[in-house]
């Protein structure tokens, strides 16, 4: 199957800091999402974004299709910021395939 | 416009108990996915359900099965249970793939935290 791979693993940020987090992908696809994962388990959808790119106020992704990889960029990081980023990609098969995440911890 | 709703928050089982969890989709949605997550790791897919059929399943056993609904909710049974089942149950809906759409972004519920001692 797809492969998926995120990095860094782990993110420490001070407050106000920018930050980029990278999802690689084995494979083509037809469907990239990125999410926020609260505390309580919810997966919070950021961006549904197969190729191109998207901002969302201080949230902006870009997926290069061709070269299988997409960038998830925080601006101005806020403590509420903190969680698990993951990256999930669908090749034409209708099920998601998950990386392993990135840690956020946005320090005050 | 209600989003995916799980039911129940949490739940905790004995091992080779059985367990049902439920899922109603987002409005205007009629495909529903499952998936598990272990602690420490992303969600891995079970099976989706469209049109009351299972239409894909992930690498697990038998002992996962599933239902839908002419509403298009879904249940998900797990019989047998182990320690290992112990995870967050995710529940995702997306709308139907229409002629000329590749794709279509999932949406998920809360989670359903179950816990087998």
């Known amino acids: 199957g797809i492969q998926v791979e995120q990095s860094p693993p782990d993110l420490i940020l001070q407050e106000g800091a920018n930050s980029t987090l990278r999802c690689n992908f084995s494979d083509s696809v037809n469907n990239l999402q990125w999410f926020h994962q609260n505390p309580w388990g919810q997966l919070i959808n950021l961006f549904y974004i197969p190729s191109g790119t998207k901002q969302n106020g201080r949230l902006s992704a870009t997926t290069v299709a061709t070269e299988r990889y997409s960038l998830l960029y925080i601006s101005s990081s806020q403590t509420t910021d903190s969680g698990v980023y993951f990256c999930a990609v669908e090749r034409m098969n209708y099920k998601l395939s998950f990386g392993a995440g990135t840690t956020v911890t946005v320090r005050a | 416009d209600a989003g995916v709703t799980q039911s129940p928050t949490h739940l905790i089982k004995t091992r080779g108990q059985q367990v049902t969890l439920r899922c109603s989709p987002k409005s205007g949605h009629d495909t529903v996915s499952w998936y598990q997550q272990a602690l420490g790791q992303g969600p891995q897919f079970i099976f989706q359900?469209?049109?009351?059929?299972?239409?894909q399943r992930g690498n697990f056993p038998d002992r996962f099965s599933g239902h839908q609904f002419p509403n298009y909710s879904s249940e998900l049974n797990v019989n047998a249970l182990l320690l290992g089942d112990s995870a967050l149950y995710l529940c995702?809906?997306?709308?139907?793939?229409?002629?000329?759409?590749?794709?279509?972004?999932?949406?998920f519920g809360p989670g359903t935290r179950l816990t087998v001692l």
């Open positions: 359900y469209y049109e009351e059929e299972e239409r």
């Open positions: 995702a809906s997306s709308p139907t793939r229409t002629s000329g759409r590749a794709s279509d972004e999932q949406f």
